[in-house]
């Protein structure tokens, strides 16, 4: 089969197309992959910067969709379904294989590629809103990089499990425009965001950015505010004077999400399913973002280092 290889830490140009032996485990499930999800973790990996450090020569991709070509006994899915699953190594190849409570079916109107941009994202933005954020209904939820595969995501999460109003805080008017489409209510531009949004005016504050808007983000917060940790794409961690939350009331609340669900066995199935039928109804619709073949897997890359991608960025197989 044919395989997207990092055999050295030296960038995304380094990648290599190999042909290498499908995999092959009775326990798993064997998937025919048709999209392959390129996200942070994996750009870091040709860097050697991700916490995660596999043996070089390695296939990354953790995140795939394609039809199930075998299952073991007990699975909850066929050969024949249309999936989506977590191999969480291995997924930038034709063959993949998967955990049987990682693998899920499909619903018949969401595309493979939707699919491939799903479980990840929504899964962190579900994790974080309901489970850290503890979103109530009618409450205001701004969203940093809302563009984005998170920020996307956590726009329609917010709003299918009830926010009043969604703030997308995106760095160019074409990305707002992004953001509304995918449900939120308004968009401002990051320079300036808490001019625009006001002091004490949002309930939380969902953050994959970081950086230098970190304490503006503190200040737009209400008593009993939460500021939800997800990441540093813009590459600074910003630090908080904790006085802004004992004067405030305010809370920064960190959202590590694979840690906690990958190390609680069917913790993902239940966010799955809580998810479910608003995938099904098309409430949860992933904004799938520039599609790449996997020849091109170094231009993918590329498209999430120069920030120049929105939603979600997809490796295509024929």
């Known amino acids: 089969m044919r ?5 050295s830490l030296d960038g995304p140009t380094a990648i290599e197309l190999v042909d290498v032996p499908a995999p092959s485990n009775p326990d798993l499930v064997t998937i025919d992959v048709k999209a392959a999800g390129v996200s942070f973790p994996e750009l870091l990996q040709t860097r050697g910067l991700y916490q995660i450090k596999p043996e070089l020569p390695f296939i990354p991709g953790s995140e795939v969709s394609g039809v199930v070509t075998y ?3 007990g699975a909850a899915v066929a050969v024949g379904d249309r999936v989506a699953a977590l191999p969480l190594q291995g997924g930038f190849a034709e063959t993949v294989v998967a955990a049987p409570d990682l693998t899920f079916k499909l619903p018949d109107n969401v595309s493979f590629e939707e699919g491939t941009s799903y479980i990840f994202n929504y899964g962190t933005s579900y994790f974080a809103l309901i489970e850290r954020g503890h979103l109530a209904p009618g409450e205001t939820v701004l969203i940093h990089g809302a563009a984005g595969g998170i920020g996307t995501s956590a726009t329609q999460v917010a709003k299918a499990f009830g926010a009043g109003r969604v703030i997308a805080v995106v760095s160019t008017d074409e990305k707002g425009a992004i953001a509304l489409a995918a449900g939120a209510d308004e968009f401002v531009l990051a320079d300036g965001f808490r001019e625009a949004v006001g002091n004490a005016s949002v309930d939380i504050v969902v953050d994959p950015v970081g950086g230098d808007r970190f304490t503006d983000s503190l200040r737009t917060l209400r008593e009993h505010g939460r500021l939800l940790v997800i ?3 813009a590459g600074d961690i910003p630090t908080v004077k904790v006085n802004r939350l004992l ?3 305010v809370s920064v609340t960190g959202v590590g999400w694979g840690a906690y669900a990958l190390s609680r066995p069917g913790h993902i199935a239940k966010e799955w399913a809580a998810m479910e039928e608003h995938l ?8 799938v973002g520039p599609t790449f073949p996997l020849e091109k897997a170094t231009e993918a890359l590329q498209s999430l280092e120069g920030r120049s991608a929105t939603g979600k960025v997809v490796l295509t197989f024929d």
Not at 3 to 7: K, L
Not at 280 to 287: E, F, H, T, Y
């Open 280 to 287: 099904s109804s098309g409430a949860l619709k992933p904004i």
């Open 71 to 73: 299952a073991p006994d």
């Open 247 to 249: 004067l405030n009331n």
């Open 231 to 233: 990441g540093f794409t």
């Open 3 to 7: 395989a997207i290889h990092i055999s």
